[in-house]
């Protein structure tokens, strides 16, 4: 596609409100991700229960089922006839084929991705340490958040790294829950789906576009943070006499 053209269609209307779109609404879905996530990962890294490996099978399915079959879930959960969805109308809550669809999609196939991230890096943090905290008066919750968050820190932020790029990139479970309306529900991929499908490349290439600079932007940022040396905790610690 030459030049001229490309930078004409990536200044495009629909172009930039699908970019300032999926920016909200992954960001927004992270927040949530990172809200029950975090929680989650380190409960399950620190804890064994009955019905664990239920959980983790749970919260492991958006990562083998395909993202229609997500969406089609969420859209009976959601719907106006489910218990879920019966309440949030009750409430007032448009949620199905609305920008808050979108947020619920991604933030549902984010969760899966930072979850397994943000597990891992907890079981990277010697769980001796908390133990010293707590033995010094740390409530278990000041123990999560003083402690165990800042030691696993560039872990969490990795694992919000790739949750958001899943985000950014979620086209099957958002068609199913928020639809594909311009100006509207229209995210970057639902752009690239809705321009090709009407024969309009233009857009769709610029969407593309966009969409791959944001994907590479956060995989290099990735790469910073695994190749940057890590420091323990006694990094700066000198050598006994």
Not at 38 to 50: E, K, N, Q
Not at 52 to 59: D, N, P, R, T, V
């Amino acid at each position: 596609m030459p030049q001229t053209p490309l930078w004409a269609a990536v200044q495009e209307r629909e172009t930039l409100f699908a970019a300032g779109l999926s920016l909200k609404t992954s960001l927004t879905a992270l927040g949530l991700a990172l809200l029950f996530g975090v929680p989650a990962a380190y409960v399950l890294a620190r804890h064994a229960f009955p019905g664990k490996a239920l959980i983790e099978g749970l919260l492991d399915l958006p990562m083998v089922t395909p993202p229609l079959i997500a969406g089609m879930g969420l859209l009976f959960l959601l719907g106006r006839d489910a218990p879920v969805g019966g309440l949030l109308a009750d409430a007032g809550l448009a949620v199905l084929f609305s920008p808050a669809g979108i947020i619920v999609a991604q933030a549902y196939v984010a969760l899966s991705v930072l979850v397994r991230g943000a597990r891992a890096a907890f079981e990277a943090v010697d769980p001796e340490v908390a133990g010293v905290a707590a033995t010094l008066g740390l409530s278990p919750g000041w123990v999560f958040l003083l402690i165990e968050v800042p030691m696993a820190g560039r872990g969490l932020v990795s694992a919000a790294v790739l949750g958001w790029a899943r985000a950014l990139g979620e086209f099957g479970a958002t068609l199913m829950v928020a639809g594909a309306t311009r100006l509207h529900t229209e995210t970057l991929p639902m752009a690239i789906y809705l321009n090709i499908a009407s024969g309009e490349p233009g857009i769709a290439i610029a969407c593309a576009l966009v969409l791959m600079t944001l994907a590479l932007t956060l995989l290099l940022l990735l790469r910073a943070l695994s190749s940057h040396p890590a420091r323990g905790p006694s990094a700066h610690a000198r050598p006994a006499a």
